[in-house]
């Protein structure tokens, strides 16, 4: 069952990673089948271990102590593995068992866990490698609360390894972004699956399962989501045959 109590929020600092990062982990992963047929996508590996130790070596780089993760299909075997397999980070379930509430819902759901404002989100089946400068690091100097209440983490087009999509987003001269224009255009920026967020934005949202494209559209209406260009390599690791291309990247260097 969920935790329900609300903890007492800890402001980050500016320019300081939040404490606590969400890790959505829910999912059911069919475009990965039949691989997700026994275990949950996170846990599918790559480059020699689970696409969620990706993501855990990431926070653990950064300083997050603690991940929330939520939970739904396959639960048993994935809380197992991070019972067993995560040391140094604080983990905490959000349990979606009874029903899978998405990426909106799932933040909702999860929000009483989060004890830091604004916090990290970050979905646990892409994979990225740092470039200069921690990415991670990177979202936390760039944070402005004065202005924002989104910032993602986005890629270039050219460099969002196989991904076959048609870009997520715009950004402008201050860092604001829009949404691609419409059916059959495109825009330069993908989104990694790592943001930050302030929980202000998880208010007066609908019960039940929905996507958290309904914070971004707000945000984005009122001028307050932004976005950070990533400067390392970033991969789109979604079906089976991504495994082997992400892989084969890698060991190039």
Known sequence: MSVKRQ?????????VVPRTAMVMAAGLGKRMRPLTATRPKPLV???????IAHVFDRLRAAGVERAVVNVHYLADTMQAWLANKVGGIEVVISDERRQ????????????????????????????????????????????NDREMDALLLLVPQARAHCHRGQGDFHIDAQG??????????????VYTGVQMMAKRLIADAPEGPFSTNLFWERAIAAGRAYGIVHQGLWF???N??????????LADG
């Open 176 to 189: 604001r972004i829009t949404r691609r224009r419409g059916p059959g255009r495109v825009a330069p920026f």
């Open 7 to 15: 903890l007492a929020i800890r402001p980050s600092a500016a320019g």
């Open 240 to 249: 089976p045959a991504a495994i082997a291309k992400t892989e084969a990247i």
């Open 236 to 238: 789109d690791v979604g």
């Open 45 to 51: 590996e790559v480059a020699g271990q689970p696409l």
């Open 100 to 143: 899978l509430m998405e990426t909106g819902g799932g933040l909702v759901q999860a929000l009483p866990l989060i004890d830091c404002d604004p916090f990290l989100c970050v979905n646990s089946d892409n994979l990225w490698v740092d470039g200069p400068t921690d990415a991670i690091r990177l979202l936390a100097e760039r944070w």
